[in-house]
């Protein structure tokens, strides 16, 4: 069964950088990518990015296209999510998962999540 943990996340000023982790373990060659998502209060549940696990082609929401970075280390099981030039508005609980059919649908695996708390 896949297991996942995410990591990384805290409270930074508007503008500063956080990364964001996520160790998996239990990954088979039927995982098709893993993406990140979040949650802001009384929001739902938002598609951040998403990397094919494969060859690492990454996805993004246009929200965070040019700020965020997606990347995974395919020795460690582990996916990363670098965050800069953060905003206000990017404040939420940051989850991984990973999905088997696509980088924005098909995520049976959740980790419990992150906060991201970007506050001056």
């Known amino acids: 069964e896949v297991q996942l943990v995410e990591s990384g996340g805290g409270l930074v000023q508007p503008g500063g950088s956080l990364r964001l982790s996520c160790a998996a373990s239990g990954i088979t060659f039927s995982n098709y990518a893993m993406g990140w998502f979040r949650q802001a209060p009384g929001k739902e549940r938002a598609f951040v990015a998403a990397i094919r696990w494969i060859d690492g082609s990454p996805d993004y929401a246009d929200s965070v296209k040019g700020r965020f970075t997606i990347s995974r280390d395919s020795s460690k099981n582990t996916l990363y999510l670098q965050m800069n030039s953060l905003k206000p508005e990017d404040t939420a609980v940051y989850y991984c998962?990973?999905?088997?059919?696509?980088?924005?649908?098909?995520?049976?695996?959740w980790g419990p999540g992150t906060q991201v708390t970007v506050s001056s």
């Open positions: 998962a990973t999905s088997r059919s696509a980088l924005r649908t098909g995520y049976v695996y």
